[in-house]
Every structure is written in C-alpha cells, then in structure tokens.
C-alpha cells in the first residue's frame, strides 16, 4: 500500500489573515471564510481556502468579483481559463441568493479562492489560471459552497429580520391612533406604547422611568425579553449626571462631558430585570431640566429591541 503524500509542505494563507485582508480592502456587510482539509491529485498535495464577502460597498448590479490565488500569489490574467472561475461557475447561485445571467453569479459579493500545492497544474508557463484537474474542481466548488451557505444563512436572517421592522413601524403606525382614541374615550393620559409593541413583536423592551423619591431622582430601567431566546447583551446609559445607589452597581466611563454606565445583562425567554440608580446633582436640577437620552443596547440587532437605540 502506498502512503499519501506529506501535507506539512504546505502553505496556506490561513482564515484569520484572509478575513482581516478583505476586511481591509472592502467595506462589506458579511464575511465568511473555510479552509478545506488537504487532498491529494496524480500524488501531490494541496488544499484550498475560500472566502465569500457580502454587501457594504461593493456594486449591487454586475458580475460577482473572483479574486484567485496560487500559493498566495494573485492570479490576475485569464480569469475565464481558470479551474477556479469554472468550479465557481458550476454552482447555482439562485439556491444561494445571488442572480445568475448567463451562469455567472452577480450581485454585491467577492469570492476569492487560494490554492496551495507543491505542483500547482497551471495551464501555461504564464502561471495566470490553473488547470481543469478533477480533484481540484471538486475542492474548490466545496469551499466554495461552503461559505456560500453561510452567506445564504445570513441572507435570510437579514430578509427576517427587515420583515420584522417593516411588521413594527405598521403597528407603531396603528397602535398611537388607538391609543389616543381609547384615552379620549376613558378620559386618561396616552400611555406608553413601547410595551405594547414589544410583545406583539416579540422584542427585548427597554423601559426607562424617572420619579422623585428619597435620594432625589431615581431612575429605573426596566428591560423584558419577550423574544424566544435567550440573549447576552449590554446595556449602555450614556447621561451627563453621576450616580448613585446603583443596583446592580455599573460600570463606568467618562466619554467627554458624559458618563458612560454600563450593565452586562442576560435573560431567558419571558424573564426581566430593574436597573436602579438616583441622580447627583444639586437643589438647582428640576424634574423638567433632566433630559436622559435613549439607552443603548449593544450586541442586539435593531430589530429586536423596543425603546432603545441599538448596536450590534
């Protein structure tokens, strides 16, 4: 029995590189990236790495751009001579969210693709496209497909995720009118909607309610996972006052003329929690001179978080 090939002598780029270099070129929205485990063809070794960027700056409308690699040197003539191009061509893009005219993928993504050997089968001595070997093909298109499939992933998270807001600003359209109305009936204030919105949508809420007591001002967030899932987050209250008698006691930053007060949260589905603390100030601060901004969720897409601003 003959033993394969040492696979040692390889030199691949590595992910964490490929991802920083396309982070560093491209503004992009997604990026995902695979190295494929090494394989053998006429009794040399090789392996591929791919990577597929989505979205940000590059060009909705035209063909997708391929960046090739050959032992991590750029292949830049004979795009369509290559093994490269035509394993990529031989996958549906359709299946992966991207339009296919004329059976080259198009949409605003890049692919690019490295393959390392200790005998690249280029097609000439030009060394610009690499050669039609079967066992090649196949790699490349499996590497290929597989960050396709996150990217599909992603894609379809996003369209979720966009149905949701759109389902939210309809309700938030519907639900003051209502509200107003039922008020007038009742003879009451309006109240707040925030509440409402975030079960019906499922939404993490954040509630944030300032009142005299004791101490002075006593400020209360109160924030409610009614999402299906539990989530890890934190919690950003950005305000130009110090605090006091926090419960639980924050973090804090000074950012400027601002205090940053942080709080790492995590809930179940259907659990909540209070953040208490009383504002420092002195006997010249009334009620109506305190203006707190929105707070901030960091970690959360916006999608799923009522009454505070969001950063994912």
Not at 93 to 106: E, R, V
Request: hydrophobic letters at 40%.
């Amino acid at each position: 029995k003959i033993g394969s090939p040492p696979t040692d002598c390889l030199s691949p780029i590595s992910e964490d590189l490929i991802y920083k270099g396309i982070e560093k070129e491209y503004t992009i929205d997604f990026i995902a990236t695979v190295k494929r485990s090494p394989a053998v063809y006429a009794g040399s070794p090789f392996l591929v790495e791919a990577a597929i960027a989505y979205g940000g700056d590059l060009p909705a409308d035209g063909r997708v751009e391929i960046l090739r690699f050959a032992n991590r040197v750029p292949l830049l003539y004979q795009q369509g001579a290559c093994a490269i191009t035509h394993a990529i061509e031989r996958i549906n893009w359709k299946y992966y969210g991207l339009s296919q005219p004329g059976g080259f993928p198009a949409g605003p993504c890049a692919i690019l693709v490295h393959v390392a050997s200790t005998n690249v089968p280029f097609t000439s001595e030009s060394k610009n496209a690499i050669a039609d070997i079967p066992e090649i093909l196949d790699e490349v298109e499996n590497g290929v497909r597989a960050v396709a499939s996150k990217m599909r992933k992603y894609l379809g998270r996003r369209e979720t995720l966009s149905k949701r807001k759109e389902k939210e600003n309809l309700i938030r359209k519907v639900i003051p009118k209502l509200a107003v109305k039922v008020s007038d009936i009742l003879g009451r204030d309006v109240p707040n909607i925030n509440p409402v919105v975030a079960r019906i949508m499922g939404n993490l809420l954040v509630n944030r309610s300032i009142g005299m007591n004791e101490d002075g001002f006593g400020v209360e967030i109160r924030i409610e996972n009614h999402t299906g899932t539990a989530h890890s987050f934190k919690l950003h209250d950005f305000i130009p006052y110090e605090i006091g008698n926090a419960e639980p006691l924050p973090r804090m930053a000074v950012v400027g003329d601002r205090f940053d007060y942080l709080w790492e949260v995590s809930l179940r589905p259907g659990e909540g929690v209070n953040l208490r603390y009383a504002i420092n100030g002195d006997d010249n601060i009334g009620e109506e001179n305190i203006t707190l901004p929105e707070p901030v969720v960091e970690g959360l897409p916006a999608e799923l978080v009522t009454g505070a601003r969001a950063i994912a």
